[in-house]
């Protein structure tokens, strides 16, 4: 059983992933697939220095994310570009990780992905855990956590699709407004019914 585990920014999804870790469960991150796909001399990274120039790769040869960070913070038709260069270099990892994990025989592959919905990755995974906090929850972690001003925080919750939605469409959510150990028992019921 291959579980997608997202969230939004701040509701508790890394929290999750690490209790899922602690359980010996075998975890596919998105973020750390990203990172490995513009790693020194790939395909990849390549692509993105012909596609924005060398002043987005540092004189070692690995990427100036700074530099490329500024390009297309701004700019959603270079934001495109990179994305269209990424995801499917994302997508193939993440593939080759999970046929890797399934050779092995694990009962259930976790793949994390922040962005399942807006990447539209659905039909990589058989469930759906989605990990969830009320708006205010949400609002006041992120402040705290990154030193954000209300506004600022608020245009990064406002950048992905609403929490609710994502609800919507889970089979199983977690509402991680609580304690740890609340957060941790709902974990353990939700895979205790899925694993029947």
Not at 89 to 96: F, G, T
Not at 131 to 157: D, W
Not at 168 to 193: C, F, M, P
């Amino acid at each position: 059983m291959i579980i997608g585990l997202t969230g939004s920014i701040a509701s508790g999804k890394s929290t999750v992933a690490n209790m899922l870790m602690e359980m010996d469960f075998p975890i596919i991150d998105a973020d750390v697939v990203a990172r490995i796909v513009v790693e020194k001399g790939t395909a990849t990274l390549e692509m993105i220095k012909e596609t924005f120039g060398t002043e987005v790769i540092h004189e070692d040869g690995s990427l100036n994310r700074e530099g490329l960070g500024e390009i297309i913070f701004s700019n959603p038709s270079k934001r495109k570009q990179l994305n269209d260069i990424m995801h499917p270099a994302i997508r193939a990892e993440m593939l080759a990780q999970k046929e890797h994990l399934m050779q092995q025989e694990h009962p259930v592959i976790i793949m994390d992905i922040p962005l399942l919905f807006e990447s539209r990755l659905q039909s990589f995974v058989d469930k759906i855990l989605v990990v969830t906090v009320t708006e205010q929850k949400q609002l006041e972690r992120l402040m705290s956590r990154n030193g954000f001003t209300q506004e600022e925080a608020k245009l990064r919750i406002q950048s992905q699709l609403p929490l609710s939605v994502k609800e919507e469409g889970a089979d199983a959510v977690i509402y991680n407004n609580g304690t740890i150990e609340e957060t941790k028992q709902q974990l353990i019921k939700v895979l205790a019914i899925w694993e029947q």
